[in-house]
């Protein structure tokens, strides 16, 4: 889920800011009061203008961000998706048909996409729109890393993501972020444009909300993130319903044995070792982890 979670993030960051420069340039140049200042007395911001705006803003970026998530995936992660009806390896036949046997244990009524992507990182992950347009794929270096019974529990738990729904509440949650970033990031660089001189103001609140607008966002994914680390706990039960609790706790142990391995061997800032650092014991940057330590999520599903 991290990854995936991770460019549905930075995609909605890019999508806020274009929608921002672009009704900025709008109203510029069309004389729209785009800035929702007043005039009145104190601070002059018409909150409930500014209000709807943000909301209307904030679900749109996330919305499409969540529609573009699928598509921006497979671009990003260079992604071969597998045809059932093509010429497959074995070792990407049995992926597909792992994939497609747990979705309908899971009461999936659509078949995710199925695809491997090149990366010696043993990772996996789910995304789309919807459950009818997700997709799971795979990293090569899980599929060269992992056992057959640890490879099915990592596909259980990202098929438990899409059984779950969880880029849609995700979504949901990051229009709820992204509501509250615009509103902020516009009061503030209202206030702050207010020390420059009349003639530059304009340039230096559109500055500021673009600044202010990432920074918020980027303390927002603390949240998003949060939560994020909440829905594993949940994908992990999920993905033992589907492939067997003994196969989900292989497949959490096996993970854990390859960062063990990673920290251990490799002092290099690979990505694949950085990968799984972030999801461990890291201080701050747990923080923004987007999941649980592995010591965690094995003892919790250990206690079912």
């Not at 929702?36 to 943000?54: E, K, Y």
């Not at 497609?100 to 789309?128: C, D, K, W």
């Not at 994020?228 to 033992?240: M, P, T, Y």
């Not at 461990?280 to 250990?302: N, Q, W, Y």
Request: no cysteine; hydrophobic share 50%; glycine share 8%.
């Amino acid at each position: 889920m991290g990854k995936r979670l991770l460019l549905l993030i930075v995609t909605n960051i890019l999508v806020m800011t274009t929608i921002v420069i672009v009704w900025s340039l709008i109203t510029t140049y069309t004389g729209i009061n785009g800035s929702f200042q007043t005039g009145a007395p104190g601070i002059g911001i018409d909150f409930i203008a500014l209000g709807v705006f943000s909301l209307l803003v904030g679900f749109s970026g996330a919305f499409i961000s969540l529609a573009m998530s699928r598509f921006v995936a497979k671009m990003m992660m260079k992604v071969k998706i597998l045809d059932p009806d093509g010429n497959l390896t074995h070792e990407e036949r049995t992926v597909l048909e792992k994939v497609h046997r747990l979705s309908r244990a899971a009461g999936l009524a659509h078949m995710p996409q199925v695809g491997i992507y090149p990366s010696a990182e043993v990772n996996a992950f789910a995304t789309g729109p919807s459950k009818k347009r997700s997709l799971v794929a795979v990293s090569q270096g899980l599929l060269n890393t992992m056992d057959d019974d640890a490879v099915e529990g990592v596909i259980a738990h990202e098929v438990a993501h899409v059984a779950n729904g969880d880029m849609v509440t995700m979504t949901l949650l990051q229009g709820v972020i992204n509501t509250f970033v615009v509103f902020f990031s516009r009061i503030v660089a209202i206030i702050v444009s207010r020390f420059a001189r009349e003639e530059l103001q304009w340039i230096v609140q559109f500055a500021a909300i673009i600044i202010f607008q990432i920074l918020f966002s980027i303390l927002g994914s603390l949240v998003v993130s949060a939560y994020s680390r909440h829905r594993e706990f949940h994908a992990d039960r999920g993905g033992a319903d589907l492939a067997g609790r003994d196969k989900m706790a292989h497949a959490l142990r096996s993970l854990k044995a390859y960062v063990d391995r990673a920290n251990v061997h490799d002092r290099t800032n690979d990505s694949a070792v950085q990968t799984m650092k972030i999801n461990g014991k890291g201080g701050v940057m747990r923080l923004f982890s987007t999941h649980p330590d592995l010591d965690e999520r094995i003892a919790r599903l250990e206690e079912r």
